[in-house]
């Protein structure tokens, strides 16, 4: 099975950035990799997803133009850029592995990101 190991989050001030990284252990027998999130008393939610061939890319409407994924095939990894964070944006982003468009599998331990005022 997959493995999927996630870092980059901490603690930054509202209007600030993060880079957090999703490292696959293979990318053989996966579509891809998305990242969700889960903030306190909210229900795990989809941010993001994009595609190993071809690099097609999804967003949580409410995220766009602020969230960017990308990958490094080479190292089976994917990355969320985060900007101009808001506190509401704070919560445990998880990343999961991708089987087919919106088939999903395995999930990461997660990453928690803070966002102070």
């Known amino acids: 099975q997959v493995q999927l190991v996630e870092s980059g989050g901490g603690l930054v001030q509202a209007g600030g950035s993060l880079r957090l990284s999703c490292a696959a252990s293979?990318?053989?027998?996966?579509?891809?990799l998305a990242w969700f999130r889960q903030a306190p008393g909210k229900e795990r939610e989809f941010v993001a997803a994009i595609a190993w061939s071809g690099g097609r890319t999804s967003y949580a409407d409410s995220l766009k133009g602020r969230f960017t994924i990308s990958r490094d095939n080479a190292k089976n990894t994917v990355y969320l850029q985060m900007n101009s964070l808001k506190p509401e944006d704070t919560g445990v982003y998880y990343c999961r592995s991708a089987l087919a468009e919106r088939v999903y599998g395995a999930w990461g331990q997660g990453t928690q990101v803070t966002v102070s005022l």
């Open positions: 293979r990318a053989f027998g996966i579509h891809g």
